[in-house]
């Protein structure tokens, strides 16, 4: 890279499961989303195929999943508000930067004036119907009354990348920049524009292997509002529906996002920024008889990420286990910049650029609420759940079963695999303050 620092482009998506990229989707379906823009990303950085995130503290999945992105903390470590913690475009901002950020923030304010020399169309709440977004403009004293906000007069995501491409446009080239576009799409309400919703016909969509008409069992998640979207039993003809309208969303999305990354283009800047596109964390859409994330499936906890930019490789995949708060650290080493100290995650720079001995995790941890607990490895995953949940534990290989269908927890010589994840659930539970940690003989 040249001597100055890169401009970062960072696309953040809602609701975006990991295989809900064209280019991304999983090998056992025919390819059923259009994403060329989004494909285009893929061809032109590295895929973290087993990104994920770490859980959540609330329903409201997505509010600690951006606070663990922007403050590069565990889960049981970032506030919801993020707190006093140093986030990622703060500290770009005290190094230089123009920190630029539009659309879902949902942090709050305080956060958001620290991190954000720029902005517009910044929406502070967690959904809302996309044609009727409420936003405020960018206030430099940092507040943000009531009586201002507006009412968006686009749908969302036109909104959001609009304001990026005024950005873009305006760009001096001065000093680097963090231009943060932060989606509401694809979340419901599902209501993408008739043109981009007529591309999916519901009797054509596949049935996903893993389609249960209900849950098995009480997660302690069974009537919260996203599994309130749809009837129960949940029927095949149903899920198709939701399905179709979600992919509807996605390419709408993907619309949007290559009108900004063309205006990246044509502002002269493409060949001296790096482009990261993530999403917040996934959704079930009719797997396991579950319509939402507040659970510990891989629909739900893996996610997109891709990053890519000048000098570094195109066209490559990675499978290394990681988080969405290794993000911050990774900006920082590819900025060429010190992280914070608060920052607890790994930098995947060193895997990015195919360094020897660069990898992930040995293992992932997840966690929702007061209910459910989970890890995985390379292969197995481990997933407990108790408190509300019913008392069920449960064992999937990974490798020959991804659509964890098969529960073999109970099964004969199976003791081993799940005394060991075990060990490493209740390992990463201290390690992270898990208020969990030691309520429950997970043997009982």
Not at 210 to 228: A, T, Y
Not at 309 to 330: I, K, V
Not at 366 to 387: C, I, N, P, S, T
């Amino acid at each position: 890279m040249s001597a100055r620092r890169p401009n970062i482009l960072f696309l953040f998506t809602d609701d975006q499961r990991f295989d809900a990229v064209g280019a991304l989707g999983n090998p056992a379906l025919p390819r059923q989303v259009i994403t060329p823009n989004m494909d285009r990303l893929v061809e032109r950085g590295t895929a973290f195929t087993h990104a994920a995130i770490q859980g959540s503290v609330c329903p409201a999945v997505c509010q600690p999943s951006r606070a663990m992105l922007m403050t590069g903390r565990s889960l049981y470590h970032a506030p919801r508000d993020c707190g006093e913690f140093t986030t990622l475009p703060q500290h770009l901002r005290e190094h230089g930067y123009s920190t630029f950020g539009t659309g879902k923030w949902h942090n709050l304010p305080p956060s958001y004036a620290r991190s954000f020399s720029d902005g517009a169309s910044i929406f502070y709440g967690g959904m809302s119907n996309h044609l009727e977004v409420p936003v405020y403009d960018f206030h430099p004293d940092g507040s943000y009354p009531e009586e201002d906000r507006s009412i968006g007069k686009e749908f969302s995501s036109e909104l959001f990348s609009d304001a990026a491409i005024d950005f873009l446009s305006a760009c001096d080239g001065d000093a680097p920049f963090f231009a943060y576009v932060s989606y509401t799409a694809p979340h419901d309400p599902r209501m993408a524009p008739r043109e981009f919703a007529d591309l999916y016909d519901p009797s054509r969509i596949e049935v996903p292997p893993n389609f249960q008409p209900v849950h098995p069992f009480d997660n302690g998640e069974m009537v919260i509002r996203d599994e309130m979207l749809a009837p129960f039993p949940r029927t095949p003809e149903i899920v198709q529906e939701h399905i179709a309208a979600y992919y509807a969303m996605i390419t709408h999305l993907d619309a949007q996002i290559g009108r900004v990354l063309d205006a990246l283009e044509e502002s002269g800047h493409a060949d001296d920024t790096i482009v990261v596109f993530a999403g917040d964390n996934g959704l079930a859409v009719g797997q396991h008889g579950l319509m939402g994330k507040q659970n510990m499936y891989e629909h739900s906890v893996r996610v997109p990420l891709v990053i890519g930019g000048p000098g570094l490789p195109q066209g490559e995949r990675s499978d290394a286990l990681c988080y969405l708060l290794d993000l911050f650290p990774t900006l920082c080493d590819l900025a060429d910049l010190p992280a914070p100290q608060t920052v607890e995650g790994r930098s995947l720079a060193p895997t990015i650029r195919g360094e020897a001995g660069a990898g992930g995790y040995d293992d992932l941890f997840f966690a929702y609420m007061d209910r459910q607990r989970a890890v995985r490895d390379e292969r197995w995953k481990l997933v407990e759940y108790f408190g509300p949940a019913e008392r069920v534990t449960q064992l999937f290989d990974l490798a020959a079963d991804p659509w964890e269908t098969a529960n073999l927890a109970s099964a004969p010589g199976m003791d081993e695999q799940v005394n060991r994840l075990r060990s490493a659930l209740t390992a990463w539970q201290r390690a992270i303050d898990d208020p969990a940690e030691g309520a429950i003989d997970w043997s009982e």
